[in-house]
């Protein structure tokens, strides 16, 4: 299994901590994992992306052009990443960020309303591991027991108390990922 992503939005909306808690599930679940982030120097509001590769066997070079995965939270994002993806690929969006929808036929397309769940867990900072849940229920690269492990070991030690809250997220993503048919 090998699982080339790239997840983007805006800078603020949890794009390169999901990527880096993506990774660190991976290696604490023994797979090769990559993590390349990349933003514009004005980082909170500016573009920013992450290319996470997922693999049980070695990889050859953290740079791709093409991905099995996109997972884009706004709409420069999706029309950027939309014709990058590989034909029989996933294309996962927020539905809050995005104005003209995904028009790709094949590939899968899943919608997911992370930042509506968010409002009403009234915290605004779960909207990436929402997003989290719902890309690990379509693509189960990792597991949720390797997501909680990743927390406590990204995570400073006084933010562990909020790892609950991020897990019951997770799971709240899983729940409301719907896939789009056209």
């Known amino acids: ?15 390169l ?7 660190y599930s991976g ?3 023994d797979k090769e994992v990559t993590w390349m982030p990349a933003y514009g120097p004005e980082q909170r509001g500016g573009t920013a ?7 049980d066997e070695r990889i050859s070079s953290p740079i791709l052009s093409k ?19 590989k034909s029989g690929g996933i294309l ?6 995005i104005i003209n929808p995904p028009t790709r036929k094949d590939i899968t397309v899943y919608r997911i309303d992370a930042m509506d769940k968010a409002a009403e867990m009234k915290n ?11 890309l690990l229920k379509v693509a189960p690269v990792v597991s949720n027991k390797g997501v909680e492990k990743a927390l406590f070991k990204t995570l400073p030690e006084r933010h562990h ?7 019951q997220a997770v799971e709240e993503g899983a729940k409301i990922i719907k896939e789009v048919t056209f």
């Open 1 to 15: 299994m090998k699982k080339e992503i790239i997840i983007s939005g805006f800078g603020g909306q949890g794009v």
């Open 17 to 23: 901590s999901m990527g880096k808690i993506l990774a």
């Open 27 to 29: 290696l604490m679940e």
């Open 49 to 55: 992306n992450v290319t996470v590769i997922v693999s």
């Open 67 to 85: 991905y099995d995965i996109a997972v884009v939270l706004n709409q420069p994002s999706l029309e950027k990443f939309e014709p990058k993806i």
């Open 92 to 97: 996962i969006y927020d539905g809050f960020g």
């Open 124 to 134: 605004g900072k779960v909207f990436n591991m929402i997003v989290l849940g719902g």
């Open 161 to 167: 108390a909020l790892i609950p809250l991020n897990m």
